[in-house]
């Protein structure tokens, strides 16, 4: 992942969303992915999965 600084004001600022939208797939799941790891190691009692989710739902 390239780093890039950029000073603006912050009336003149763009939203994230924005951003984000002119990004590949891949960069967006590349930066998904390198903040869950940061996460992972800065909080020590969390596991380094997914977590896995069920339902049990009863149909008449």
Avoid: G
Wanted: hydrophobic share 40%.
């Amino acid at each position: 992942m390239e780093k890039v600084v950029k000073i603006v004001h912050l009336k003149d600022k763009q939203s994230d969303y924005s951003y984000w939208q002119t990004k590949s797939f891949a960069k967006r799941l590349e930066a998904i992915e390198i903040l869950r790891s940061q996460y992972i190691k800065f909080i020590k009692d969390v596991q380094p999965r997914l977590q896995r989710v069920c339902r049990v739902i009863n149909q008449a």
